[in-house]
């Protein structure tokens, strides 16, 4: 059996986690709307289309807010196209995802969507192709009270009351060449700041993120970022960085080991502020929006391509398994490590496409392994980060040497409690955890020890097996004094509740 060490103390916290930590992300693209979250006329849609069986599904996440419309979808986007009646509506040539938009849900229908899903919009306004006017009058249309051009049409369209949306991400990876419209780090920087501007003087409580590098991985990062950043920076609140991570090759012990590199991410986004910060001399604060991340494993793969200018095609519907609980496990645990940084967190996306919500048209939803590590994260995620001192017993893969079999962050709840996420990331051993509690008054009971795992790492769900992995409360966790012991199953998420116990 593997061992691993755990010490957490009350004295020693990153940060207390924002709840913008708790987000996602939907974009146009495919099924993740049409067929996902709005199917009109299947037998759980409601009045406005909306599918209430994919909601049952989201509502337990708690989402604080979805980031809309995009995505490469907002690169040649005009948010007017999803306002008014539906029937004047403009059908485009959508050329990012190769299909047609029929516009049928646009910004009013995710208006809608999001207040009934009980979260907020952060918006993506077009640079790219567009300009600092439409982004200023998407800002108008959405948060002006009344009174203008932009706000009147809100109010006749039925939305009375301004949305008041407060984050707002200045366009989509222009550093890409997939974009059209892709820009200069300097040209995209001084226009950033330029939108930033003029969206905030129509609505001062709003913030903004600058769009950074799309990937970790591309040969401008992180220069781009901050020499964008240098011309923008206290214009701006928010750097926005994304990350994938897949098992391209079928090595599922380089794959559990991939969330290391989203630490790594994070350190070196970081360092990039702070190097324009110190740079400009500024006060300003300026945190990273992680906008987009999840598993990803087909992301060469040009489907798009396949057939263009279908309506809602199924693209980017990666079959995902119980490894993956663990591989968005680890990315989830490492955003909680740099709550001092990282403030925002939308994992992409929600329905069907990159997602772990899957949907068939005019028939069942059902999730995939990796959405109960997600919900876990937002049920008890919620708190202060602790530093969480790991020593464990690792092993060396293609992706990296010395990896730790244990990944593991501690939260402390709000009213004292506190709970442990840990992986065990070992495919073929158990994992034998002592946890020592340091400073904390009193003691605790564990209450939950709540467990994903499977025998087979390529096990999921399907529409007509939608139980085959989920969680149990079946584990082993113990409390005794300051210590906590468990032997975690192989291959497991594991969730360690301990209630404070009042002495
Ligand atoms: O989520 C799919 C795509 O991945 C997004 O549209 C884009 O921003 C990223 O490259």
Known sequence: MKRANVTVDKDFVIAKTEDTLFSSFVEPLGRCIYGGLYEPGHPTADEDGFRQDVMDYVKPLNLTMNRFPGGNFTSTYRWEDGIGPKEKRPRRAEVAWQCIETNEFGLDEFAKWSKKAGSDVMMTVNLATRGVLEAMDCVEYCNFKGGTYWSDRRRENGFEEPFGYKYWCLSNEVDG???VGQKKPYEYGLLAKEASKGMKLIDP???????????????????????????????????????????????SASYLAKPISTNT???????????????????????????????????????????????????LEDIYTAEDALALGGMLLAVLRHADVVKIACVSELANCISHIRT???????VLPAYYSWLHYSQFGRGTAMQTMVKSDSYDCAEAKD??????????????DVVLFAINRSLDEQLDLNMSLRGFEGSFEVTRHIVLTADDPKATNTEVDPLNVVPTENGNAKCSGSTVTAQLDKMSWNVIYLTAVKE
Request: no cysteine.
């Open 177 to 179: 060449v997939w974009q």
């Open 205 to 251: 409580d709003i913030k903004t993120v600058l769009a950074g590098t799309s990937s970790r991985w591309s040969q401008t990062f992180p220069e781009y970022d901050a020499t964008a950043l240098t011309e923008a920076y206290d214009f701006v609140d928010y750097l926005s960085i994304h990350h994938y991570i897949g098992n391209y090759d079928g090595d």
């Open 265 to 315: 991410y994070f350190d070196q986004a970081a360092a990039a502020i702070k190097y324009v910060k110190t740079k400009l001399k500024s006060e300003h604060d300026v945190y990273i929006s992680f906008d987009e991340f999840n598993t990803w494993h087909n992301i060469m793969q040009e489907e798009r391509f396949e057939e263009k200018w279908r309506i809602a095609p199924p693209l």
């Open 360 to 366: 068939r048209n005019e028939g069942g939803a059902w």
């Open 403 to 416: 990896v730790p079999y244990l990944d593991a962050q501690a939260i402390m709840q709000d009213n004292g």
